[in-house]
């Protein structure tokens, strides 16, 4: 029997160190696995398996050990009942998210569907280098959106109505970053601070501080591997129903500057970010992000996070 | 702001996160709308999430004091 691996890898299907066996990949969509789903996979682990599957970091799982003789009759019952299968190579991969706005107290945005929609249009794309999607509902960032080479981050901006504001201070108090003080008994906020969590908009007593903008940061340029780097900003409070149209102008703007071998990570590095932003050209975007001061919410003090390894 | 009644109060200086929250959010329950809960709690963690968990739940945050090294919050029962 010939094997083609690549058409084998599109759909998921990994060589295994041992000759004739091979790891079987299942996505997850947005983290979630029904138990149904979980079922069938404990099924199929023991029918081709061993027993056992391997949770991935991509909110997917993999069952080791399929047997070559068995790839046609588990690919067909795998299509049979449904389940995702993952993908490896150069594609964009499983868009993983964080619980999101639907149960996590935290959560400004809804990740999981947002996760959902790019799964939908982007998950499988044929592209230069391998591509990750992260999507996160706040600036928590559980799903670490800044370690994927396109990341997303839930965020709203606080405005103050200033004639409702008691002047309790617990604003000041609930701000993890001190970006209020009160002067003359009244909050004033340093926006180059805020990092966007909110937690003075859900704390305020006498709701002086509402909502201003509500979306996702958007990033690009994070990976781990070997060198690690952070993701950058490139557009602020896209809209949720904006967000596909945002990554597909990142995908853009990589394509159009990349050089081969390059992650967005490697262009970003080699172009720089303003660059990166430029060609990416997000409406809407404020300036201080071009030229504002360093902070972590631009992320533009973050470079290499480690020193080259191997 | 003083003259207000105040028809329970509850002391969670002697706990931590979640502990402080739950206390909280069970003695308000057992309060009939539109009564006043006292809490006096601690400075960091508790001041940080308390009054966040209390407003999320539908609850009136009337009045956030610092006393001496503690906090002290008047709550009007919701919903």
């Known amino acids: 029997m010939t094997i083609d691996y690549n058409e084998l890898k599109k759909g998921g299907f990994l060589r295994q160190r041992q000759k004739d066996n091979f790891i079987v990949r299942f996505r997850s969509l947005a983290g979630n696995l029904t138990s149904e789903q979980l079922r069938q996979l404990a099924d199929l682990a023991d029918k081709y398996g061993k027993g056992y599957v391997h949770v991935t970091t991509r909110q997917g799982a993999e069952i080791p050990w399929v047997g070559i003789n068995d790839y046609n009759d588990m690919k067909g019952e795998i299509k049979a009942l449904g389940l995702n299968t993952g993908t490896c190579g150069p594609r964009i991969r499983t868009v993983v998210a964080c619980p999101g706005r639907e149960i996590c107290q935290f959560g400004l945005m809804n990740s999981r569907e947002t996760a959902i929609e790019l799964d939908g249009t982007f998950f499988g794309r044929e592209v230069p280098m391998k591509t990750k999607i992260a999507v996160s509902g706040c600036p928590n960032s559980c799903a670490k959106p800044q370690e994927n080479d396109i990341g997303l981050v839930g965020a709203v901006e606080p405005i103050l109505c200033a004639e409702k504001c008691a002047g309790c201070g617990l604003c000041q108090k609930v701000c993890p970053h001190q970006a209020i003080s009160m002067v003359d008994g009244k909050p004033t906020i340093d926006r180059a601070k805020c990092l966007l969590e909110g937690n003075c908009i859900s704390s305020c007593p006498t709701d002086a501080w509402q909502e201003g903008r509500r979306g996702y940061l958007l990033y690009a340029g994070g990976k781990i591997g070997r060198k690690p780097r952070l993701g950058q900003v490139v557009a602020e409070f896209v809209p949720e129903n904006q967000v596909t149209e945002s990554v597909e102008k990142v995908l853009k703007a990589f394509d159009v500057l990349s050089q081969q071998g390059e992650r967005i990570a490697d262009t970003i590095a080699r172009v720089g970010v303003k660059a990166f932003r430029d060609e990416v050209a997000w409406t809407g975007i404020e300036s201080k992000l071009y030229d504002g001061p360093v902070n972590s919410r631009t992320g533009s003090s973050t470079g290499d996070l480690g020193k080259e390894v191997g | ?79």
């Open chain 2, 1 to 79: 702001m003083e003259n207000l009644k105040i028809d329970a109060e509850l002391d969670i200086t002697a706990d931590v996160c979640p502990i402080t929250f739950v206390k909280t959010k069970l003695k308000l329950e057992q309060m009939q709308r539109g009564e006043i809960l006292e809490v006096v709690l601690n400075d960091g963690e508790p001041i940080q999430n308390v009054p966040r968990s209390v407003k999320g739940e539908g609850h009136k945050i009337i009045l956030v004091e610092k006393r001496g090294e503690n906090y002290r919050l008047l709550i009007e029962r919701g919903e």
